[in-house]
């Protein structure tokens, strides 16, 4: 198969496209339809891991978390068994003070979450997400405050009854007013506002933030938080290994819990790296059921492909006839037939990556979703419509290159 002979094959795909615009568009419509979706599902896979493993890293690579239970570990349950947390006691606020004065631990940040209708005057704003967290979250979560400050370590000892505001829900509430130093209800307790929080959007909140962070231990006492999730974020100190003070920890916790020798751990501490590898599996199953969804309009373009095909060397059945008694080969004819199947998805499949991308580039401008379309992904769109221009082309270029030169003269 020479240059030539790709070429010509080529130049009569395109003129048969122009020649027949309706049938063209219809053939190509399932390849751009699931190459589109090729590209935008992978944009949206990148950008949903990224988004996801920043969130993570926020949480800084050498800290970990202790929890009730490990939900980094994927269980199947039909409901015959007991949930994973059974028979765990809960994390307490008694024990992040253990593990704060641990040689090994630099400090241990508590986070509880709640929810509580919020006040001022007139004004109210219903079911709104209290977070119950120390006083050390601003260095864990991507954002700055635009007013005021945080809640200082002491006034988190003390249960101070202080708050602060994330920017929207603060701009919701007092329209125009300084929020700063102004008494709130939540859930009827009254609150002093401290300060005014703007978070970097992200992929969970969209671009409207509303949410509210008071002291864990106030959170419990008067905002009735559910305790039995309460998770603590380890930061070791300086000088210590992340698996020194994982060790120190894990002594602790099975120490004030009376556990014996034998008894296995009631508790959990989860490293970032099982995070990620969760984010990886979850985004990974989202990207295969994606192909397989795109892969049905695919299939429905390789139809197409074989319909289009097939009129084509019933169209040309005579030309075939005189290519033959010229002395073109079957292998010619052929590969004549399966460039021409080629052209008409490749031409598909690059409309489709043009759709898929600027698709991509539109979410990414109109949503927190860091969307962006990964090189993998366009040499596997051209290469899939490639294949599926082979693949679905080779019958119709077969029939045609099996045709009897003298009957393919006679047709009429």
Same mark, same amino acid.
Not at 133 to 139: A, K
């Given at each position: 198969?020479?240059?030539?002979?790709?070429?010509?094959?080529?130049?009569?795909?395109?003129?048969?496209?122009?020649?027949?615009?309706?049938?063209?568009?219809?053939?190509?419509?399932?390849?751009?339809?699931?190459?589109?979706?090729?590209?935008?599902?992978?944009?949206?896979?990148?950008?949903?891991?990224?988004?996801?493993?920043?969130?993570?890293?926020?949480?800084?690579?050498n800290?970990f978390?202790?929890?009730?239970?490990?939900?980094?570990?994927?269980?199947?349950?039909?409901?015959?068994?007991?949930?994973?947390?059974?028979?765990?006691?809960?994390?307490?606020?008694?024990?992040?003070?253990?593990?704060?004065?641990?040689?090994?631990?630099?400090?241990?940040?508590?986070?509880?979450?709640?929810?509580?209708?919020?006040?001022?005057?007139?004004?109210n704003?219903?079911?709104?997400?209290?977070?119950?967290?120390?006083?050390?979250?601003?260095?864990?979560?991507?954002?700055?405050?635009?007013?005021g400050?945080?809640?200082?370590?002491?006034?988190?000892?003390?249960?101070?009854?202080?708050?602060?505001?994330?920017?929207d829900?603060?701009?919701?509430?007092?329209?125009?007013?300084?929020?700063?130093?102004?008494?709130?209800?939540?859930?009827?307790?009254?609150?002093?506002?401290?300060?005014?929080?703007?978070?970097?959007?992200?992929?969970?909140?969209?671009?409207?933030?509303?949410?509210?962070?008071?002291?864990?231990?106030?959170?419990?006492?008067r905002?009735?938080?559910n305790?039995?999730?309460?998770?603590?974020?380890?930061?070791?100190?300086?000088?210590?290994?992340?698996?020194?003070?994982?060790?120190?920890?894990?002594?602790?916790l099975?120490?004030?819990?009376?556990?014996?020798?034998?008894?296995?751990?009631?508790?959990?501490?989860?490293?970032?790296?099982?995070?990620?590898?969760?984010?990886?599996? =979850?985004?990974?199953?989202?990207?295969? %059921?994606?192909?397989?969804?795109?892969? /049905? &309009?695919? !299939?429905? $373009? #390789?139809? *197409?492909?074989?319909?289009?095909?097939?009129?084509?060397?019933?169209?040309?059945?005579?030309?075939?006839?005189?290519?033959?008694?010229?002395?073109?080969?079957?292998?010619?004819?052929?590969?004549? =037939?399966?460039?021409?199947?080629?052209? %008409?998805?490749?031409?598909?499949?690059? /409309? &489709?990556? !043009?759709? $898929? #991308?600027? *698709?991509?580039?539109?979410?990414?401008?109109?949503?927190?979703?860091?969307?962006?379309?990964?090189?993998?992904?366009?040499?596997?769109?051209?290469?899939?419509?490639?294949?599926?221009?082979?693949? =679905?082309?080779?019958?119709?270029?077969?029939?045609?290159?099996?045709?009897?030169?003298?009957?393919?003269?006679?047709?009429?």
């Amino acid at each position: 198969m020479n240059f030539e002979a790709v070429r010509e094959g080529v130049g009569i795909a395109l003129d048969a496209l122009r020649s027949n615009k309706v049938r063209a568009f219809l053939t190509i419509l399932g390849i751009v339809i699931g190459v589109a979706t090729v590209m935008a599902m992978a944009a949206v896979v990148t950008g949903l891991r990224s988004g996801i493993m920043s969130e993570i890293e926020a949480l800084g690579p050498n800290n970990f978390i202790v929890d009730r239970y490990d939900g980094t570990v994927i269980q199947v349950n039909d409901g015959s068994q007991p949930p994973p947390w059974q028979g765990k006691p809960p994390i307490t606020l008694e024990e992040q003070r253990l593990i704060a004065a641990l040689p090994s631990v630099q400090t241990v940040a508590a986070a509880v979450s709640a929810s509580a209708d919020l006040r001022w005057r007139t004004e109210n704003v219903p079911g709104v997400n209290i977070r119950g967290q120390s006083s050390e979250w601003p260095d864990y979560t991507q954002g700055e405050f635009i007013a005021g400050r945080n809640f200082t370590p002491t006034e988190e000892d003390r249960a101070s009854s202080v708050v602060v505001l994330t920017e929207d829900l603060a701009e919701s509430l007092f329209e125009g007013i300084n929020p700063i130093g102004q008494d709130v209800r939540l859930s009827g307790e009254l609150f002093r506002v401290v300060g005014v929080y703007r978070p970097r959007p992200n992929i969970f909140s969209g671009n409207a933030e509303v949410w509210a962070v008071v002291p864990p231990t106030v959170a419990v006492k008067r905002l009735n938080a559910n305790d039995e999730w309460l998770s603590l974020l380890v930061v070791p100190k300086a000088g210590y290994t992340q698996e020194q003070a994982m060790d120190e920890v894990t002594v602790a916790l099975r120490t004030a819990r009376g556990l014996r020798p034998a008894d296995e751990n009631n508790f959990a501490l989860i490293r970032q790296e099982a995070i990620s590898n969760m984010v990886g599996r =979850f985004t990974g199953i989202f990207a295969l %059921v994606m192909l397989v969804l795109s892969s /049905i &309009g695919l !299939m429905v $373009g #390789g139809v *197409g492909v074989v319909a289009i095909m097939m009129i084509s060397v019933t169209e040309r059945t005579r030309e075939i006839g005189v290519r033959k008694a010229l002395g073109a080969t079957r292998t010619e004819i052929l590969w004549q =037939f399966l460039v021409e199947a080629m052209t %008409v998805t490749v031409i598909g499949g690059l /409309i &489709g990556m !043009m759709i $898929g #991308g600027g *698709g991509a580039l539109l979410l990414s401008a109109l949503t927190p979703l860091p969307a962006s379309v990964p090189l993998w992904s366009i040499a596997a769109a051209l290469a899939v419509s490639a294949v599926t221009g082979i693949g =679905f082309g080779l019958y119709p270029a077969n029939k045609a290159a099996r045709l009897d030169p003298v009957d393919a003269l006679r047709y009429e």
